[in-house]
């Protein structure tokens, strides 16, 4: 936990009042987290998560730093879960019916595309289509799956994603994030004080988190099972 870097919050100046009680102790002018505290904080989000995943709830994975990119899209895929790894687009969540539609929309022109059905146009209006769908691209790549708003969001640092910290807390969504020293706590339901800026520590807190929800989708998966053969009896 240490070797990975999680204990390194940010320079003692910019340390946020709220977060002074995860602070056990300044390094160089760099506030030192309480690594108890920390995993105690893990823990919580474990078993919060992992009770999402087993009942086949689905989370929204925010991370749009060059330390967190990689790592969000590699969890999502194996979970299927929805993500956002380039800049978060205002009304993801409070405006998720219009979302919806446009992502509707990229989900028809790639099938399109895909069949064949755009070669009917001319050349410049199918790269007018291309162009569309690169961009559409960029923009939803990692939502076409989301349809309907999740079950709960996971953030990696909340002040750098402050508007989709906003948007989940409006609409009520229990949010699970990656806090650094220098941000605000509220507004946080399952927060976890540690290094937001190493792809070290965020890898070693992810994986944590994955194995509590691997273990939710297995338990998920027996129960699943259980229930359908106790109905196919009960016929």
């Known amino acids: 936990m240490a070797q990975a870097g999680v204990l390194y919050g940010r320079k003692k100046a910019s340390t946020h009042p709220k977060m002074l009680g995860f602070i ?11 690594l108890p505290q920390t995993l105690e904080a ?3 989000a474990r078993v ?5 995943v087993q009942k086949g709830g689905q ?37 998720f019916k219009t979302l919806s ?4 929309r990229y989900l028809q022109l790639k099938a399109d595309r895909a069949a064949g059905k755009l070669d009917k146009y001319t050349k410049k209006e199918r790269l007018d289509f291309d162009r569309e ?4 691209e960029r923009l939803f790549g990692g939502l076409d799956n989301m349809q309907k708003l999740p079950d709960a969001v996971l953030l990696v640092d909340s002040k750098v994603h402050i508007t989709a910290l906003k948007e989940a807390s409006l609409l009520k969504i229990p949010v699970v994030a990656i806090i650094n020293s220098d941000s605000d ?16 520590s965020v890898q070693w807190i992810l994986a944590k988190l994955e194995s509590a929800m691997e273990e939710g989708k297995k338990s998920g998966v027996i129960a699943n099972n259980a229930n359908a053969i106790q109905n196919n009896a009960n016929k």
Not at 24 to 34: C, E, H, L, S
Not at 62 to 68: D, L, M, N, Y
């Open 133 to 136: 769908i690169d961009r559409m």
């Open 42 to 44: 893990v823990e919580k």
């Open 24 to 34: 056990q102790a300044v390094r160089n002018g760099v506030g030192i987290f309480d």
């Open 101 to 104: 539609t446009r992502i509707n």
């Open 59 to 95: 989370v929204l994975l925010v991370g749009t730093q060059p330390s967190a990119k990689d790592l969000i899209k590699q969890f999502s895929e194996k979970f299927n879960f929805p993500y956002v790894i380039q800049r978060w687009l205002g009304g993801t969540l409070t405006n």
């Open 185 to 200: 706590p509220d507004l946080v339901q399952y927060l976890i004080p540690a290094n937001s800026g190493s792809k070290t």
């Open 48 to 52: 919060f998560l992992k009770d999402i």
